[in-house]
C-alpha cells in the first residue's frame, strides 16, 4: 500500500508542469500576428524578386546565345578569307610561274642547239688550230 500511494505522489508531481498554463498574452498573439503577415509579406516580394531574376537570367542567356552565333560567324567568315586567300596565292603563283615555264622550255631547246654549236665547233677546231685557240681562251674546249 505504502507503495501504490507513493506511487501516486510521484505520478501528481510529475503532472504539476504539464497542467500549468502556459503564459500567452495578447501582445504575444499580436506579435505573431505582425510575424505572419511580415513572413507573408517577404514571401510575396522574395517570389517578385526571383521572377525578376528568372526574367533577368533568360535575357542573359539569349544575349549569351547571340554572342555565341555571332562568334561562329565571325570564325567561318575569317576561315573562308583565309582559304581564299591561299587559293588566290596558289592561283597567282601558277600563273606567274606560267611565262617562267615557256622561257625555260625555249631556253632548254636553245641549250641544245648551243651544245651542239659547240659540240661541232671542238670537232672543227680539231683541225684547225686558231680556232682550238679561241675556244680555249673562251674555255669552250
Known amino acids: 500500500m505504502r507503495g501504490i500511494l507513493l506511487l501516486l505522489v510521484v505520478q501528481t508531481w510529475a503532472q504539476e508542469p504539464a497542467n500549468q ?24 516580394q522574395y517570389r517578385q524578386e526571383m521572377a525578376i531574376l528568372r526574367g533577368e537570367i533568360s535575357e542573359l542567356r539569349s544575349q549569351l546565345a547571340h554572342m555565341e552565333s555571332r562568334s ?16 588566290f596565292l596558289l592561283w597567282d603563283r601558277r600563273k606567274a610561274l606560267a611565262p617562267i615555264e615557256g622561257k625555260v622550255a625555249e631556253l632548254q631547246k636553245d641549250s641544245d642547239k648551243l651544245t651542239r654549236l659547240v659540240q661541232s665547233l671542238r670537232e672543227y677546231a680539231r683541225t684547225h688550230p686558231d680556232l682550238a685557240e679561241i675556244l680555249r681562251r673562251y674555255e669552250l674546249v
Do not use: C, H, N, W
Request: hydrophobic share 50%; charged share 25%.
Open 72 to 87: 561562329d560567324m565571325q570564325f567561318y567568315s575569317l576561315l573562308t578569307i583565309l582559304v581564299g586567300f591561299i587559293a
Open 21 to 44: 498554463p502556459v503564459p500567452y498574452t495578447l501582445a504575444d498573439r499580436d506579435r505573431l500576428i505582425r510575424l505572419e503577415t511580415e513572413l507573408i509579406a517577404f514571401k510575396e
